[in-house]
């Protein structure tokens, strides 16, 4: 069997490979026709971030059972099209959080010390000591925005520096924060409160500009921002301006919204210090990602589970052709839940009616609690670990299941609990093989999840759609489809609306002050 590494994979992965008794071509960073023809005849691919793995080249390997990705992310992979294909795209999760967090210590002491300034001036024969004052890490706030794998270590060695430490992650426990002896709190809280803020989140919907302006003008006078995490988190061009007016007083940027970074005002300040993405860049980290998925591979081409894998739930036969298109809407269901959540997540429960109930529910839990968490988790989060997460995270799971069938040959029924709201949602599977959404907290609905959408709990009354209709179309966003439920007349209901295209902030609020609105939630599947 042939493996083709790409991207500089490190040697002691390769040899893994090898000692498998794999046949192993390396290369370098390959363009989408030089993939294509290399890719042809092989079982598995390896790439870091330079190769990007496109539909066409994936659709031109003829063999291919794997592609694994030397890292944690994988943007640079067609993760859609490998799935249609059946094939495993399996990451690298854990090797490079060290890495990334001692980046962000480092990072964050040049910041608060002036030191690359420093350097720059004296190699240029200027002794200049006034101007690079800078101040001490002891005994400020360093508020981290997200308090995942990387976020903790980041935390941890904050505490060894005697900073205090505020997080804001909705999907963290208190309980688990107390331990690390992180006070968690909300986002305008932690972004107030805070004289370093460091972001360790994936980029997704959600997170796409999460510190906007208003996020960076809730910052107090000489609060500094660091992002070793996903370029687009931060909103690069509210963040120059917050820099120019000095809201803020500096930045450490390792990641940016477009990479290579060639151009950007940003490097025009004095008080920005950047580098080119080189959170995993250490030795170590490149070892340990390139031995995970080597591993990885070599267990799936000897056609054993795989510990990493991104897109695929490890169930064979028969058994998969049926619960399939369960997985999917599985998925979705976690997905949309945790959309829907704005406490964080202590419980989470799902139960399975009708023909479901025969199977073993374990891959249809791992599937919800991967769509659950991956909203804020992105590829740290995959199936096979997703309950170890959930568990680390101090989620309870709960699983239920019936022969009983009222309506459906099949539901599936999840519930998400936190300690201030609980949200149920239920889901099939039509005839044609489609995932549908059937009730959500108790109200009849008939929707696909898919796409962009809306939840709207209102009151059940006249003049509240066409409000909530304009509302949407005044901002350019077509509906594609809408839903009410209702329990009672003059009651509580809910909209689900489907629309084609992302919905801004402005919208959302618009939705808000249409009288008799409750709420509104965008969801993004």
């Not at 080597?294 to 490890?314: F, Q, S, W, Y």
Request: net charge negative; aromatic share 4%.
């Amino acid at each position: 069997m042939h493996v083709l590494a790409l991207d500089g994979i490190d040697e002691r992965g390769l040899a893994i490979l090898r000692e498998a008794g794999l046949e192993v071509t390396a290369a370098g960073k390959m363009n989408e026709e030089e993939l294509k023809d290399a890719i042809r005849d092989s079982e598995a691919l390896i790439v870091r971030s330079a190769t990007k793995v496109t539909a066409a080249a994936i659709n031109a390997a003829k063999k291919l059972k794997i592609i694994g990705r030397a890292g944690v992310g994988t943007d640079n992979i067609d993760v859609t099209a490998a799935t249609e294909r059946g094939i495993v795209v399996v990451n690298a999760p854990e090797g490079n959080t060290v890495a990334a967090a001692e980046h962000t210590i480092a990072m964050m002491l040049a910041l608060a010390r002036n030191i690359p300034q420093a350097n720059a001036t004296l190699k240029q024969g200027i002794w200049e000591k006034k101007k690079y004052v800078g101040v001490e890490l002891r005994g400020k706030t360093l508020g981290v925005i997200g308090l995942g794998k990387i976020g903790r270590e980041v935390a941890r060695r904050a505490r060894g520096m005697e900073m205090k430490v505020m997080a804001y992650d909705p999907y963290v426990d208190p309980e688990q924060a107390t331990r690390l002896e992180v006070e968690l709190a909300s986002l305008e809280t932690v972004l107030q409160a805070a004289d370093f803020v460091t972001v360790h989140l994936p980029l997704t919907n959600e997170t796409r500009h999460l510190l906007g302006r208003e996020e960076l003008k809730l910052l107090k006078p000489g609060a500094r921002v660091l992002n070793v995490a996903r370029g687009g988190i931060i909103d690069e061009a509210a963040l120059y301006e917050a820099l120019k007016a000095g809201q803020v007083a500096g930045a450490a940027l390792d990641v940016f919204e477009e990479e290579p970074l060639k151009a950007s005002p940003l490097l025009e300040l004095d008080n920005v210090i950047v580098t080119p993405h080189l959170g995993a860049s250490t030795e170590e980290a490149q070892v340990a990602v390139a031995v995970e998925v080597a591993r990885d591979v070599v267990r799936c081409l000897k056609g054993e589970p795989v510990l990493n894998a991104v897109n695929i739930p490890v169930v064979r036969g028969h058994v998969a052709e049926v619960l399939r298109p369960y997985l999917q809407l599985a998925e979705k269901l976690g997905s949309f839940l945790a959309q829907l959540m704005e406490s964080p997540i202590i419980a989470a429960e799902i139960c399975c009616n009708g023909e479901l109930a025969q199977y073993d529910l374990a891959p249809l839990t791992s599937s919800f609690l991967k769509g659950l968490l991956r909203p804020l988790l992105a590829d740290a989060v995959n199936y096979v670990n997703a309950p170890l997460v959930a568990k680390k995270r101090g989620i309870r799971i709960r699983e239920k299941k019936s022969r009983e069938m009222e309506y459906f040959a099949n539901l599936i029924s999840v519930k998400v609990e936190g300690r201030r709201e609980s949200h149920r949602l239920a889901g099939t599977v039509n005839q044609a093989g489609e995932p549908r959404l059937v009730n959500l907290d108790g109200y009849s609905v008939d929707a696909s999840p898919a796409g962009h959408m809306l939840v709207v709990p209102h009151l059940d009354r006249p003049r509240i759609i066409g409000p909530v209709g304009l509302a949407i179309g005044d901002h350019k966003v077509n509906i594609a489809a809408m839903q009410v439920g209702r329990q009672e007349i003059g009651g509580e209901a809910v909209m689900l609306i489907s629309v084609d295209s992302e919905v801004p902030r402005e919208a959302l609020q618009a939705i808000r002050q249409v009288d008799g609105v409750l709420d509104v939630r965008y969801i993004y599947l």
